[in-house]
């Protein structure tokens, strides 16, 4: 008797036991392949699922097992070695292993259909359409037309060639009902990529390169730190090249924001080679012939954000994660995975080097680098004579605001558009303001949802909660006591922006956050628009800071440095050191130098002041010691159960046994902390708890972990509670 055990993608953190289908011969159950796609019957659904191996019993009674419905492939679509990290990722983030399987999948692909041949969609003759004669199809010159193309054309035409001939798809349809055409995919030839010459290195990069080239083909990590506009990516663009070179691929991981068009470009630029880009905004159409592209190797290159990690390659060579420091990198809900950190595991499965690169490594990729495994390769120079910015305080303490804005610092974008250039100005929160509240009353205006005060949004005259996007309308009067005295407290770019306006007028303003760059093309015309070079003002939240190159920029302002002083995450420093070096790092990249300048009331304030004196490497160096003090991560290992309920007692009830039951059978070193309330406790009308776990090692944290798991599995989970496990947080407190 065969069993075929299961992945099916479901929360429950086990294999599901099926017989075979019906009708299948012993010979043929032999030879079903791990990997392979299925389709099974699980509740009242039919799913996907992913064959993990054919056994000889159940502990299930065979009564009990059905069968599958379907066998979907032949062989399996993924490789050996990507389902082997999909399984190291399933067992590391304790995340069940069919959801895992799912990642590795597009969406048709999970729904069970077939994979289409790589290539475009195109129509080419039937045997009927060959055998035409000439002149046939007068009354319709359109089908005609069509036709003739076909004839010229020894193979097929793609799609958008017959769009460019005004032949539209009604008429190709017409042609296919008379079976004179038929669909089929086109198969470009997998050409030679083209390698332009890329720039003369300078001497830091040369041995950079050389560095890296030394290390071989083999698994090896590399961070390469450098700082801002040292020439990182012609480093990258110089390997990707030797990749290419070998005939193998280059996978390239950036973060959300950072998947600029001006990246894009340059790789476009340097190689004339199929380049695949996969990242959030795609159609699932578009996503499958990317991912069908990697996997079949007709795609030399792979860019993509966070999810691209788990995309397969039919001959890896290489993987680049830029900016590894960025906290996009871990999926914060479901899989919550780290990229980064999957991507080291990936190159070391595939046998091939990795680079991490940085201005500002995260501690854990220094820690690495201090502890041996990864090599240390650094850039400390600008390309351009610019020099590093320099960064200075401005004391707002009892100085007029407006805006948002000191005198000082109006003074020093007025000096910065007279000499023809660009200033930026940094505030990480959008809309007009983060309160309203009555002057009579002092009721302010709350989300019905979190704990959470709503932010006012006044171009589109909304009260918006920025935790769980709930929004009502601006109100005239307070619902308490019937005022229309209501105020506005403390700022965002909106209303900076509307000073901006005032005070500049006729000087070009640009607002970028999230709101003002909604669509996917926004971004790419305001960086045509600024890199022109002509004088103008940036306004804008994180978005700004990441990746851009504007070269045009000299003044760089942090409008409320202090709203990055106090955070109360473990992480709160480290994320503010890096966050002022990408914000300083926009300044002076070409050959103006740049400045920078951090309005605060605390110019005393140690952190601060280290800021401005010492470099990032050495702020993140201190850090890492605090950490070892604290035995935080890096240095130890956290990790944290957390429960969303409805009910606003009893995720911390479900903690609090989970704890009780978990405790006698500890790991050493391993520690549990809480149940503690999350942050903000309530957000979109849950009630969040959680249960840290701390540990003075890896396996330590790993085998706690699964206890946990184990455990909370057991427990009964009333009220609609939800838990969730997550390894090497972001953030907690
Ligand atoms: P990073 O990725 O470290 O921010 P980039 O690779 O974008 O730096 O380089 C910054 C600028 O310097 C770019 O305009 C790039 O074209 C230029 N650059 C990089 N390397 C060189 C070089 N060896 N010679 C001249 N210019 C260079
Ligand atoms: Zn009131
Ligand atoms: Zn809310």
Redesign the pocket.
Known sequence: MSVLRLAIPSPLRRPFDYLPPRGMNSAEIGSLQTGIRLRVPFGRREVTGYLLAVCSESAMPMSALKPALEVLDQVPLIDPQLLKLCHWAADYYHHPLGEVYNTLFPKRLREGRQTQAPGTPGWRLTARGKGLPGEALPKSPRQAQAISMLRQEEHAIEIPAFRSSGISAAVLRNLQAKGLIEPCTINKHLQEPVINPG????AE?ETVLNAVTAAGEGFCCHLLE?V???????IYLQLIGDCLRRGRQALVLVPEIGLTPQTLTRFQQRFEANIAVLHSALSDAQRYLAWEAARSGTAQIVIGTRSAIFTPLATPGLIIVDEEHDSSYKQQDRFRYSARDVAVKRAQIHGCPILLGSATPSLESIQNVLAGRYRHLQLTRR??SGGMPDLRALDVRRQKLQGGLSGDLIAAIEDTLGLGQQALLFLNRRGYAPTLQCHDCGWVAECQACDARLTIHRRRRRLRCHHCGGSNTLPGQCPQCHSERLVSAGLGTEQTEDFLRSHFAGWPIFRVDSDSMQSKDAMQALAEEINKGEPCILLGTQMLTKGH?FPGVSLVAVIDADALLFSTDFRGEERMAQLLTQVAGRAGRAEIPGRVLLQTHYPDHPTLIAMMSTSYAQQARTLLKLRQETGMPPAGQLVVLRTDCPNAEYGEQFLQSLRERSAPRLPDGARLIGPLPSPMQRRAGKYRCQLLLTASSRGAAQAAASLLVANAEELPTRHGLKWSIDIDPQDVF
């Open positions: 720039l003369k290195l300078n990069q450098g801002t506009g040292s020439g990182k990516t012609e390309t351009s190159h």
